[in-house]
């Protein structure tokens, strides 16, 4: 689990609930309304609905959700290390011994670009296949976070269509005084609920995709640059050299200390 996702949807809510109950804790009752949560985020998802090819791709994409809680158990330093451990595979018994090594890969992208350069396949059209699959994942991935970002229009939208109608049943019945404070209350909640929709939920939820989707773009092209590497021939070294080009300094330099430490014992 990603506690740090975790933590921060939490602390959160928790932040707003401090706010609202900071002087009296019923007044948390004061924020409960069923009719502005309806129109707020019943109004949201049916309207995103609509702009989704059926039921099962809006659950699908709800469902994703998940993505942003579950840990990523990721580790470029390691990815590095294992297409450095086939180069040395390739350079000492041929791409052909590279089939059998495929089997103990369990990612399906690097064990793919694997068979590719087994079968004898050209460069240019090893890199093309794989470029092209990695699009198609950049597009199915594209469409979900462009899932969360819609909601995050829409609750602030329909949150306001919820205002409007507060105010409007507020304005035809001024003369009772009664009914002013409970239609003004719909009209208030309703774009708080918008607010919390947006900006607690949908767009955390979409800038966290987005950064999941670079993260694995990353990765696919550190695999495609090794691949063709490994078929060109090139020295393991130069091959590590390259790839430790798409790590940032800070995890460059802790993957050189660890190897340093390696080297030691």
């Not at 068979?115 to 093309?128: A, F, H, K, S, W």
């Not at 269509?161 to 309703?190: H, R, Y």
Request: negative net charge; charged residues 25%; contains cysteine.
């Amino acid at each position: 689990m990603d506690i740090a996702s975790l933590l921060g949807l939490v602390g959160c809510m928790v932040l707003v609930l401090i706010g609202v109950m900071k002087d009296d804790p019923s007044a948390i009752n004061n924020f409960l309304d069923p009719t502005s949560a309806l129109i707020t985020f019943g109004g949201s998802l049916f309207c995103v609905m609509t702009m989704t090819n059926s039921i099962g791709d809006f659950f699908a994409k709800i469902r994703s959700f998940l993505l942003v809680i579950k840990m990523r158990q990721t580790n470029e330093s390691e990815m590095i290390q294992k297409i450095i451990e086939l180069s040395n595979i390739a350079r000492k018994e041929g791409l052909l011994a590279l089939e059998e090594a495929a089997g103990d890969v369990d990612d399906e992208f690097l064990k793919k670009g694997i068979l590719l350069i087994v079968d004898g396949t050209d460069p240019e059209l090893v890199r093309d296949i794989l470029e092209i699959e990695m699009v198609c994942v950049n597009d199915r991935h594209k469409d979900v976070i462009g899932f969360w970002e819609n909601m995050a229009a829409m609750g602030p939208a329909w949150g306001m269509i919820g205002t409007l109608i507060g105010l409007i049943n507020m304005l035809k019945n001024l003369s009772d005084f009664a009914s002013i404070g409970p239609n003004m209350s719909v009209a208030l909640i309703t774009t708080l609920y918008g607010s919390i929709l947006a900006n607690w939920i949908c767009t955390p939820i979409a800038n966290k995709l987005k950064k999941i989707d670079a993260n694995e773009t990353m990765q696919k092209e550190v695999m495609i640059e090794g691949l063709l590497s490994i078929q060109a021939g090139e020295n393991p070294r130069v091959i590590e050299e390259k790839l430790k080009s798409f790590l940032s300094p800070s995890v460059r330099k802790s993957s050189n200390d660890m190897e340093d430490e390696g080297g030691e014992e």
